[in-house]
């Protein structure tokens, strides 16, 4: 116990300070992960719309692999990216094992098919019912498309919170591919788990509690936009 | 009434439309030459809303052939506009909805702001311009629909039951509104099952029952006496299945 509120007072004692070493790596976490999920996103919502929208042989395989992708074992996601970028693998020429972009392609993976598996179940509800409208009044495609998108646009703003979710607090990938170095690829997850084990409870407990906060906001912002939403379709 | 009408008339040769083996709509057939409204009337399941939607090429036709006057079946829906029974608002404001079928015609900024302010107007919806769609009244959410129809100034407006969930006032609103589109040349055909409501705005009726055709005839002839025994049994007000 007492050690426990030593580390508590060592926590705020960095936070207040706001340490430099710190607040490194809280922005770079925040810097990895909002890369990550901004990059997915960006090709997650038309794809998710798009399957949503049009029928091809093997949609049905489709929505349930994106379903299913969504629960990717991060240690696996890094396995396989660590052996692609890994000096002897494919993508080795790139040298970006061991660099934040390694880590923000590891968490767009994990991202990716949330935003597109919830962007798909969004688009194909309100199609249900938009569908007779956008025929009738000659929309194609891409404009289906985009106009289900911008209406869909609470529920999937709250889809890439739950990427963003994801992404800030997995630990598995990030530190097989980034590797966990000062000054370069040490995010606040990683540190924690590296902290822990040297015994330097403080710095862990203080980036849990700056972790913990996120979550707090990012739910928050969760329940005010999907409150909001469905206020709005009522 | 003579019409000058280029998508009359309206010629629906033996169309049926079956799913499952269940026929909806069984060997319809009938010529539209007027404009003015034409209403579809008959009880709930009759059938009157897959005919709307199969003359406006929403649903693919199981038999038979339904022609509109010179136009290309793929100008069918350009030229005309439909409005539903449950109004489909997108999750925009009344102005932004009215904007969006205008976008996708094509219409440059300037246009799309004129035609917005202008179907507003005629809707008497100017007031809540900025509101968002969903959030106005059954009555106001239907109006915006048949603004958004006006918008688009189509040569044909069909209707399905656009009243059937509004009370009298709305009601009111919305019959009035019919009335001015129709008043301006357009063809409207509207799917109800008010008879009240066929009577005060009807040039002729379609009476269906079952999917079948029952009786095509000037409203004012169908209202005095209709020569099919269950058209008149629904006149009389009894519960025709």
Same mark, same amino acid.
């Given at each position: 116990?007492?050690e426990?509120s030593?580390a508590f007072?060592? &926590?705020?004692?960095l $936070?207040v300070e706001?340490?430099? /070493?710190l607040?490194e790596i809280? +922005?770079? @976490?925040?810097?990895?992960? !909002?890369?990550?999920?901004?990059l997915?996103?960006?090709?997650a919502l038309?794809?998710?719309a798009?399957?949503?929208?049009t029928?091809?042989?093997g949609r049905?395989?489709?929505?349930?692999l994106m379903? &299913?992708m969504?629960? $990717?074992p991060?240690?696996?996601v /890094?396995l396989?990216?660590?052996? +692609?970028l @890994?000096r002897?693998?494919? !993508?080795?020429?790139?040298g970006?094992?061991?660099t934040?972009?390694?880590m923000?392609i590891?968490?767009?993976?994990?991202?990716f098919?949330?935003i597109?598996a919830?962007?798909?179940q969004?688009?194909?509800?309100?199609?249900e019912?938009?569908d007779e409208y956008l025929?009738?009044?000659?929309a194609?495609?891409?404009?289906?498309?985009?106009t !289900?998108?911008?209406?869909?646009?609470?529920?999937?703003?709250?889809?890439?919170?739950?990427g963003?979710?994801r992404?800030?607090?997995e630990?598995?990938?990030?530190?097989?591919v980034?590797g966990?170095?000062?000054h370069?690829?040490?995010v606040?997850?990683?540190?924690?788990a590296?902290?822990?084990?040297?015994?330097d409870?403080?710095?862990a407990l203080?980036?849990g509690i700056?972790?913990?906060?996120?979550?707090?906001?990012?739910?928050?912002?969760?329940?005010?936009?999907?409150?909001?939403?469905?206020?709005?379709?009522? | 009434m003579?019409?000058?009408?280029?998508m009359?008339?309206?010629?629906?040769?033996?169309a049926?439309?079956?799913?499952?083996?269940k026929?909806?709509?069984?060997?319809?057939?009938?010529?539209?030459?007027?404009a003015?409204?034409t209403?579809?009337?008959?009880p709930n399941?009759?059938?009157?809303?897959?005919?709307l939607?199969l003359c406006?090429?929403?649903l693919?036709?199981?038999?038979?052939?339904?022609r509109w006057?010179?136009?290309?079946v793929?100008?069918?829906?350009?030229?005309q506009?439909?409005?539903?029974q449950r109004?489909?608002l997108?999750?925009r404001s009344a102005a932004?909805?009215?904007?969006?079928?205008l976008k996708?015609r094509?219409a440059?900024a300037g246009e799309r702001?004129?035609v917005?302010?202008?179907?507003?107007?005629w809707a008497?919806?100017?007031?809540i311009?900025d509101m968002p769609?969903?959030?106005?009244?059954?009555?106001e959410q239907q109006s915006?629909?048949?603004a958004?129809?006006?918008?688009?100034?189509p040569e044909?407006?069909?209707l399905?039951?656009?009243?059937a969930?509004?009370?009298p006032?709305?009601t009111?609103r919305?019959?009035?509104?019919?009335r001015s589109?129709?008043g301006?040349?357009?063809?409207?055909i509207?799917?109800?099952?008010?008879i009240?409501?066929?009577?005060r705005l009807?040039?002729?009726?379609?009476?269906l029952n079952?999917?079948?055709l029952?009786?095509?005839a000037?409203?004012?002839?169908?209202m005095?006496g209709?020569?099919?025994?269950?058209?008149a049994?629904?006149?009389?007000?009894?519960?025709?299945?």
């Amino acid at each position: 116990m007492n050690e426990f509120s030593n580390a508590f007072r060592t &926590a705020l004692q960095l $936070l207040v300070e706001m340490d430099p /070493g710190l607040f490194e790596i809280v +922005l770079l @976490s925040l810097r990895v992960s !909002l890369s990550a999920v901004i990059l997915a996103a960006v090709f997650a919502l038309p794809l998710g719309a798009f399957v949503a929208l049009t029928a091809f042989p093997g949609r049905r395989s489709v929505v349930i692999l994106m379903n &299913a992708m969504m629960s $990717l074992p991060p240690v696996v996601v /890094g396995l396989v990216i660590y052996l +692609l970028l @890994s000096r002897t693998g494919p !993508l080795g020429v790139t040298g970006l094992l061991f660099t934040p972009t390694a880590m923000i392609i590891a968490q767009c993976v994990l991202v990716f098919p949330i935003i597109a598996a919830l962007t798909r179940q969004t688009v194909f509800d309100l199609h249900e019912e938009y569908d007779e409208y956008l025929r009738s009044v000659g929309a194609g495609t891409w404009q289906k498309i985009t106009t !289900l998108l911008w209406d869909g646009r609470a529920r999937l703003l709250t889809a890439i919170l739950a990427g963003f979710g994801r992404a800030i607090a997995e630990v598995g990938a990030v530190i097989i591919v980034g590797g966990n170095i000062l000054h370069s690829t040490r995010v606040m997850t990683t540190t924690i788990a590296l902290e822990t084990s040297k015994g330097d409870l403080g710095m862990a407990l203080g980036l849990g509690i700056i972790l913990v906060l996120i979550a707090v906001i990012v739910n928050t912002a969760v329940v005010t936009i999907g409150g909001g939403a469905s206020r709005r379709t009522v | 009434m003579q019409s000058q009408h280029h998508m009359l008339p309206l010629v629906v040769i033996g169309a049926s439309y079956v799913v499952d083996g269940k026929a909806i709509i069984e060997d319809v057939s009938f010529t539209i030459h007027e404009a003015g409204l034409t209403a579809l009337l008959g009880p709930n399941g009759a059938g009157k809303s897959s005919l709307l939607k199969l003359c406006h090429g929403l649903l693919p036709l199981s038999a038979g052939s339904i022609r509109w006057g010179d136009a290309d079946v793929q100008e069918v829906q350009r030229r005309q506009a439909m409005v539903f029974q449950r109004p489909v608002l997108l999750r925009r404001s009344a102005a932004e909805n009215i904007e969006h079928v205008l976008k996708l015609r094509g219409a440059s900024a300037g246009e799309r702001a004129r035609v917005i302010e202008e179907s507003l107007d005629w809707a008497g919806l100017a007031g809540i311009a900025d509101m968002p769609a969903r959030k106005l009244s059954g009555g106001e959410q239907q109006s915006l629909t048949i603004a958004r129809a006006w918008a688009l100034n189509p040569e044909v407006l069909l209707l399905d039951e656009p009243t059937a969930n509004l009370d009298p006032a709305a009601t009111r609103r919305v019959e009035d509104l019919i009335r001015s589109f129709a008043g301006a040349g357009k063809k409207i055909i509207m799917a109800t099952h008010n008879i009240a409501q066929a009577q005060r705005l009807a040039d002729e009726v379609l009476f269906l029952n079952h999917g079948r055709l029952l009786e095509h005839a000037p409203a004012e002839q169908f209202m005095s006496g209709p020569s099919d025994p269950l058209a008149a049994r629904f006149i009389a007000g009894e519960l025709v299945d």
